[in-house]
């Protein structure tokens, strides 16, 4: 069965550190998908990246970069020079082959930077 | 850009009584999902639709639930016969495949408090 750890349950940070998210997963599939998720205060979620199970190639987007490792079965999350707007809690997901195109949500991080 | 849209944005019943959630997928997707999020808990998976006709359901989605696709444009949640515990966030997602692959976009929620 497939499962995600998100063990940071709150980060607060000054404006400008950077932080890193971290989310563990479990899967028996060898073909599945990685996603982040911001929900904001306003409570929405929004799509932030996709990673797929063959391709360790890490990415960075702006101010965000994304640490995909198979060997450790995790997917992190950093926000360089975080802003106040960066404010949220994140959730990190996992879809796998054999579950259809469920999405497994972690537990999520509320990340609060303070200015 | 193109979003998916959910009616009401909040919705107070009394216990007992039936509810609708209405969503708008974004128009050439052809998968869509309904999640719950219980205050301060993680996003859950209730069920996906694809052809008129639900594809996945998890545990959670039992015959108090309903999905429809009553016209070309909305998609309906229906509780029958609401309980306490059915107060939730409720999220509409929609998809352009149904693979594990393909990205999920939600809407905005429903937030849904049973008195």
């Known amino acids: 069965a497939q499962k995600v750890t998100q063990a940071q349950t709150e980060i607060s940070v000054v404006e400008k550190e950077d932080v890193t998210l971290d989310c563990v997963y479990e899967?028996?599939?060898?073909?599945?998908?990685l996603f982040w998720y911001k929900q904001p205060p306003s409570g929405e979620l929004v799509f932030l990246i996709r990673?797929?199970?063959?391709?360790?190639q890490n990415e960075i987007s702006g101010r965000y970069s994304w640490n995909f490792q198979k060997s450790t079965s995790s997917f992190n999350f950093t926000i360089t020079a975080s802003q106040v707007v960066d404010s949220a809690v994140y959730f990190c997901?996992?879809?796998?082959?054999?579950?259809?195109?469920?999405?497994?949500f972690g537990e999520g991080t509320q990340l609060t930077v303070n200015p | 850009e193109p979003e998916v849209t959910q009616t009401p944005s909040h919705q107070v019943t009394q216990m007992g009584q039936e509810v609708i959630l209405r969503c708008v997928p974004i128009?050439?997707?052809?998968?869509f999902y309904w999640y719950r999020q219980i205050l301060g808990q993680k996003v859950e998976f209730l069920v996906s639709?694809?052809?008129?006709?639900?594809?996945?359901k998890s545990e959670i989605f039992d015959d108090q639930f309903s999905v429809e696709r009553p016209d070309g444009s909305n998609f309906t949640l229906k509780i029958r016969s609401t309980k306490l515990e059915d107060s939730a966030m409720y999220f509409c997602?929609?998809?352009?495949?149904?693979?594990?692959?393909?990205?999920?976009?939600f809407g905005p929620g429903t937030r849904l408090t049973v008195l």
């Open positions: 899967t028996r599939d060898t073909t599945y998908y």
């Open positions: 639709f694809y052809n008129n006709e639900i594809s996945e």
């Open positions: 128009s050439n997707h052809l998968y």
């Open positions: 997901a996992l879809s796998e082959n054999a579950s259809g195109s469920r999405l497994t």
């Open positions: 990673r797929n199970s063959f391709d360790e």
């Open positions: 997602a929609s998809s352009a495949a149904g693979t594990v692959r393909d990205t999920q976009y």
